[in-house]
C-alpha cells in the first residue's frame, strides 16, 4: 500500500536531513482532524509525538489548536513542528499572540482552563497529563514579552523543521509569512502529494526551498490530460509526460473505483530515475469567471502580491474572492464583478485609488479580461478590508481541514466575511 511505504520514505527523507529528528516524543502536532486522530503524516508512530491524540479530534478547531499549542509549548526540547496545513500553524501563532498570558497561567498551574469546544470528559483527561510547569512558564512570560519576531526558535530553540502536510499553490503565502516573521531561520518541509484521498506523491529533497514530489508508479493509477491540447485532448500515462508541460491529473485510487478528474493541475518539473517530478500549480475550482474570462486561481494571486508592492507598509494575511453572482441583490443592479475580501497588516483603510490598482493589475495581466472591462459587461472589481481574525472563523466555519478556497462560493460564509469589514 501507498501510505506505509509513503511514510517509510519520508521518514528516511526527514531523518537524512535532519539527524535528530526522529527522536522519541520530540515532535509537536498542530493538527484539526474531527474525528479522526492520525498525524497528517499518515505515520502511526505514536512514540515521535508530545502531543496526545486526542487533542486533534476535539469539535472544535480552534480548541484543538490551543490545546495542542499547550502541548508543544511544555516541551522545550522539540525538535520538529508538524502541521497539517500552514494556515494551522498560523492560526495558532494567532492565538500565542493574544493569549500567551493565559496559556503561560495554565502552564505554572499546569491546568487546563474551561472552554467551549473542549468537552469535560476529554479535558479531564487531557488535564491528568499534565503537570505544573513555573520555569517554563516564566521562559513563555520573557520571550513573548521581547515581541513574536522569530518567537519559534525563542521558544524551542532546538528546532529543525517545520513539517507541513499540503503547502502547495496559494498555501504558500502562510509559508512566505511565518519564514518572514513568526519562524525566521527555520526550514519548511513538506512531504506528501495527495488528490482525491490518495496519496499520490513524495517529496525527498526536505531542504528545497520548492517543494517536488516523485510521482510513484504504484501508489495508485494517474492519467494526465495535456493543458493546451488544441483538440479534445486524449488523456497520457506516466512515461509520457514532457517536463516543463501542465497537465490536469485523473486519478483511479484503488482498482475497481471509478477514474476522478481531481481538478489539479500539475506542472512536470523534471525526472527522478525516470519518474516524474511535478509540482501542483492549481486547482481548477478556484477559478474566478463571471463572463466565461477564467482567472486561474496561481494568476490572480500573482496579479494581487504585485498590487501589494504598490501599497507601502501593507501585508498580505489572507485574501478570498467571491463572483457577484453569489451576492444576489446585495451588491446592487451593475454588471457582473468580482468581489476580493482581504486582511491586511500594516493598512487600516485604503483610498479609491490604492483599490483600483489591483483592477489595473487584472486588466494589464489580463488582455480578455481588459476587453470586457473596456466593453462594460465585467463592472469594476470591489475591495473589502475584514477585521483580523475573520479568516481563523472562516476556516472554523469550513468544518473540516481543507485548503483554504481562493473563490468562495457558499452563501452562509459570505455572510461571515460581510459582517467583518471594516472598509
Given amino acids: 500500500s501507498s501510505l506505509p511505504q509513503g511514510s517509510l520514505l519520508y521518514l528516511d527523507a526527514l531523518g537524512a536531513a535532519f539527524p535528530r529528528a526522529l527522536a522519541r516524543r520530540r515532535t509537536a502536532l498542530l493538527h484539526w482532524s474531527p474525528g479522526c486522530p492520525r498525524a ?9 509525538y508530545c502531543t496526545p491524540a486526542a487533542a486533534s479530534t476535539l469539535p472544535s478547531r480552534a480548541a484543538a489548536l490551543r490545546v495542542q499549542l499547550l502541548f508543544a509549548l511544555r516541551q522545550r526540547a522539540l525538535h520538529v ?36 469546544g473542549l468537552p469535560e470528559g476529554v479535558r479531564d483527561q ?6 505544573p510547569g513555573a520555569a517554563r512558564a516564566a521562559e513563555l512570560r520573557a520571550e513573548c514579552a521581547r515581541g513574536f519576531e522569530g518567537i519559534v526558535l525563542r521558544l524551542w530553540p532546538q528546532l529543525e523543521v517545520v513539517v ?38 513524495i517529496n525527498l529533497w526536505p531542504v528545497e526551498p520548492v517543494p517536488r514530489f516523485l510521482l510513484c508508479p504504484d501508489w495508485a493509477f494517474c492519467e494526465f490530460l495535456p493543458c493546451l491540447a488544441s483538440k479534445e485532448p ?14 490536469g491529473l485523473v486519478v483511479t485510487a ?6 476522478c478528474r481531481t481538478g489539479e493541475v500539475l506542472k512536470v518539473t523534471g525526472f527522478h530515475k525516470q519518474c516524474p517530478m511535478v509540482e501542483p500549480v492549481r486547482r481548477e475550482s478556484q477559478t474566478l469567471s463571471v463572463r466565461g474570462e477564467n482567472i486561474p486561481e496561481e494568476q490572480f494571486c500573482q496579479s494581487l502580491c504585485h498590487t501589494l508592492r504598490m501599497w507601502p507598509g501593507a501585508r498580505l494575511i489572507d485574501y478570498i474572492c467571491v463572483e457577484s453572482s453569489l451576492l444576489g441583490d446585495s ?12 486582511e491586511l497588516q500594516g493598512l487600516r483603510d485604503l483610498s479609491e485609488g490604492q483599490r ?35 479568516f481563523t472563523r472562516l476556516r472554523e466555519a469550513l468544518g473540516s481541514p481543507v485548503p483554504m478556497p481562493r473563490v468562495l462560493r457558499e452563501e452562509q460564509l459570505l455572510q461571515l466575511l460581510q459582517g467583518a469589514v471594516i472598509s
Avoid at 497528517?40 to 515521535?48: D, E, R
Avoid at 512566505?176 to 519548511?188: E, I, K, V, Y
Avoid at 484503488?254 to 477514474?259: L, M, N, S, T
Avoid at 451588491?331 to 482581504?342: D, L, N, Q, R
Fill in 40 to 48: 497528517p503524516a499518515g505515520w502511526p508512530l505514536p512514540t515521535l
Fill in 81 to 116: 513542528l508538524e502541521v497539517g496545513l500552514a494556515a494551522e500553524l498560523h492560526d495558532a501563532l494567532v492565538a500565542l499572540r493574544t493569549e500567551w498570558p493565559q496559556l503561560a497561567q495554565e502552564l505554572a498551574l499546569g491546568r487546563l482552563r474551561p472552554r467551549p
Fill in 126 to 131: 487531557l488535564q491528568a497529563l499534565l503537570s
Fill in 164 to 201: 507541513v502536510k499540503t503547502m502547495h499553490g496559494t498555501e504558500r503565502l502562510y509559508c512566505d509569512s511565518l519564514r518572514q516573521a513568526d519562524c525566521q531561520g527555520l526550514p519548511f518541509y513538506c512531504p506528501f502529494y495527495q488528490a482525491a484521498g490518495a496519496l499520490l506523491g
Fill in 234 to 247: 486524449q488523456t497520457v500515462l506516466l512515461d509520457e509526460l514532457w517536463e516543463g508541460r501542465e497537465y
Fill in 254 to 259: 484503488q482498482p475497481g473505483e471509478y477514474r
Fill in 331 to 342: 451588491s446592487g443592479p451593475c454588471a457582473p464583478h468580482y468581489e476580493v475580501f482581504m
Fill in 356 to 390: 483600483y490598482k489591483l483592477d489595473q493589475c487584472l486588466q494589464e495581466d489580463f488582455p480578455i479580461y481588459k476587453s470586457f472591462r473596456f466593453k462594460g459587461s465585467i463592472g469594476p472589481l470591489r475591495l473589502h478590508l475584514v477585521r483580523p481574525g475573520t
